[in-house]
T-cell receptor
Framework: KQEVTQIPAALSVPEGENLVLNCSFTDSAIYNLQWFRQDPGKGLTSLLLIQSSQREQTSGRLNASLDKSSGRSTLYIAASQPGDSATYLCAVTSGTYKYIFGTGTRLKVLA | DVKVTQSSRYLVKRTGEKVFLECVQDMDHENMFWYRQDPGLGLRLIYFSYDVKMKEKGDIPEGYSVSREKKERFSLILESASTNQTSMYLC?????????????????FGPGTRLTVL
C-alpha cells in the first residue's frame, strides 16, 4: 500500500531564506507527483505536477524534483517571502484513479 | 483557468438531516473526486467518478453517497448527517489522458465546504 510522508511537519524560516520541503513515498511505481499549497481554511492550489518520466519542474521561485527510484521528491522555494506561508502537500498517483496525499508541511516565513 | 466551485463555503446542519454538497467544474474534466480533510488525518478520498453516472468508492464511503448526472457536476450526499461528519469537504477534478486510458493528470481543487453537524 502506497504511503506518503512529509518531513518536517512544520518549519519556520526568516524571510529571504532558500528552503527545501521533502516528500517520500513507499512505492516507486507512480504515474505522477503533484505539489499543492493550502492556505488556512481554503482549498488546495496546484503548484507543480511532475510526470513519472520527468526529473523536475520549475515555476517561478519554485522547483520540484522527483527521484522515483529512491521514492523521494523535494520542493525548493527560493528567496522565501511571508506570502509563502501556508501548508504544502504532496500527492502521488499509482495504479488507480486516486491520489495519495502526505499530511503536509506547515511553513511559516517570518518577516 | 480551470475553475472548480462548491455550492457553500460554510454549512451548519443538524444530526439526521440529509445534506447535499454540490461541486461544478468548467473544464470538461472526466474525473471528479470528493475528499474530506481532518486535522491529523490529512485528505481522505470518499468517492470518485470517472464518467457520467459512474462512481467508485474511495477509502471512507460509509455514510455518504454521490451523484453524477452531468459531466460538470458531482454531488456528495450525506443521507443522515452525524456529528462525526463535521469536517472540511473538498471537491477536485482532473482530465483523463484520453483513448479510454485509466490514467489521469493534474488535479484541481475547489475552495472547500466547512460542514458542521450539531
Amino acid at each position: 500500500k502506497q504511503e506518503v510522508t512529509q518531513i518536517p511537519a512544520a518549519l519556520s524560516v526568516p524571510e529571504g531564506e532558500n528552503l527545501v520541503l521533502n516528500c517520500s513515498f513507499t512505492d516507486s511505481a507512480i504515474y505522477n507527483l503533484q505539489w499543492f499549497r493550502q492556505d488556512p481554511g481554503k482549498g488546495l492550489t496546484s503548484l507543480l505536477l511532475i510526470q513519472s518520466s520527468q526529473r523536475e519542474q520549475t515555476s517561478g521561485r519554485l522547483n520540484a524534483s522527483l527521484d522515483k527510484s529512491s521514492g523521494r521528491s523535494t520542493l525548493y522555494i527560493a528567496a522565501s517571502q511571508p506570502g509563502d506561508s501556508a501548508t504544502y502537500l504532496c500527492a502521488v498517483t499509482s495504479g488507480t484513479y486516486k491520489y495519495i496525499f502526505g499530511t503536509g508541511t506547515r511553513l511559516k516565513v517570518l518577516a | 483557468d480551470v475553475k472548480v466551485t462548491q455550492s457553500s463555503r460554510y454549512l451548519v446542519k443538524r444530526t439526521g438531516e440529509k445534506v447535499f454538497l454540490e461541486c461544478v467544474q468548467d473544464m470538461d474534466h472526466e474525473n471528479m473526486f470528493w475528499y474530506r480533510q481532518d486535522p491529523g488525518l490529512g485528505l481522505r478520498l470518499i468517492y470518485f467518478s470517472y464518467d457520467v453516472k459512474m462512481k467508485e468508492k474511495g477509502d471512507i464511503p460509509e455514510g455518504y453517497s454521490v451523484s453524477r448526472e452531468k459531466k460538470e457536476r458531482f454531488s456528495l450526499i450525506l443521507e443522515s448527517a452525524s456529528t462525526n461528519q463535521t469536517s472540511m469537504y473538498l471537491c477536485a477534478s482532473s482530465p483523463s489522458l484520453g483513448l479510454g486510458s485509466l490514467s489521469y493528470n493534474e488535479q484541481f481543487f475547489g475552495p472547500g465546504t466547512r460542514l458542521t453537524v450539531l
